[in-house]
């Protein structure tokens, strides 16, 4: 099922970062989301369906719909 994304939302990934962090910002959205480490701005691109596999929850939603 697609999790609904916009670009501003923070969320934590299962996997931290080598730089220590598991926050992330996401920046694009599409077939590919790309996310910036909160850490290190690192920006990181993955195709949607493993970012959905590696997310582990939202920290922060700019939209808040109903769930
Ligand atoms: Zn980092």
Redesign the pocket.
């Known amino acids: 099922m697609p999790i609904s994304l916009t670009v501003g939302d923070i969320v934590e990934m299962k996997k931290q970062?080598?730089?220590g962090?598991k926050n992330f910002e996401i920046t694009r959205v599409g077939m590919d989301v790309k996310i910036k480490?909160l850490?290190?701005s690192?920006i990181i691109m993955l195709d949607r369906r493993t970012f959905e596999k590696r997310m582990k929850k939202f920290i922060e939603r700019k939209n808040e719909e109903v769930e």
């Open positions: 970062h080598p730089c962090c480490c850490g290190c690192k």
